[in-house]
């Protein structure tokens, strides 16, 4: 079956959840948003293109820092209602200078930084 | 610091996106919802619990099917607004009986199976 990212099943406000994976490591970069547009324009650049909510605008991961993403894979899920990118992440997927939005742990009630940012 | 569902950022149906993904294969299983309550739930019980959107109910992962997902543990992003479940998945995660939700790629503009149903 030819894919259409119109045939997505996109929130009320036209949006997706789309997880970034590490293809190499198999770790959890970050999770953002894309619609139709972006995940169009993931595909024939090869450059993950979320769409920020804060900004209203399309948001192509690493153009500003250098941080960039590369599309090794795209996948979609049973529901067809969430996204995973497997992705070649250059440096840390996070604005905190982590590699990984998720370095928070919640153990016995405490919260944990497992993370330090990169140098 | 410790730690307080209530301290999470939620949408405007008082729900987070929670990935669930397996803790020794480091695969992502499937993506769905949770509410404060399913948070603490989740955490006092072990037991991964969303929220499921459709019937409007606690949904403990498995409690009908026998799939069952064991959290190892529970990590949450930068933001606040999206959690991450390290788990012990018993079979299939998907209610397709595949492993993963995520088994369709996107390649050459066309959708392939990655994976078949358990048997």
Redesign the interface.
């Known amino acids: 079956?030819?894919?259409d990212p119109n045939n997505l099943k996109y929130d009320a406000a036209g949006l997706i959840?789309c997880?970034a994976?590490d293809e190499a490591?198999?770790?959890?970069l970050?999770?953002a948003w894309m619609n139709a547009q972006s995940v169009a324009r993931t595909?024939e650049t090869g450059k993950v293109t979320y769409w920020s909510r804060s900004r209203q605008a399309f948001w192509v991961k690493g153009e500003s820092s250098g941080h960039v993403q590369s599309l090794v894979?795209?996948?979609?899920?049973?529901?067809r209602d969430?996204l995973?990118a497997l992705v070649h992440q250059v440096g840390p997927a996070?604005?905190?200078n982590?590699r990984s939005?998720?370095?928070?742990?919640?153990?016995d009630?405490?919260?944990v930084e497992?993370m330090k940012p990169m140098d």
Do not use: K, N
Not at 73 to 79: A, E, G, P, S, V
Not at 101 to 107: E, G, H, L
């Open positions: 079956m030819s894919f959840p997880i994976q490591s198999g770790e959890v970050m999770m595909l894979d795209l996948r979609l899920d049973c529901d969430c995973l996070c604005h905190t982590r939005c998720f370095y928070t742990a919640v153990r009630g405490e919260e497992l």
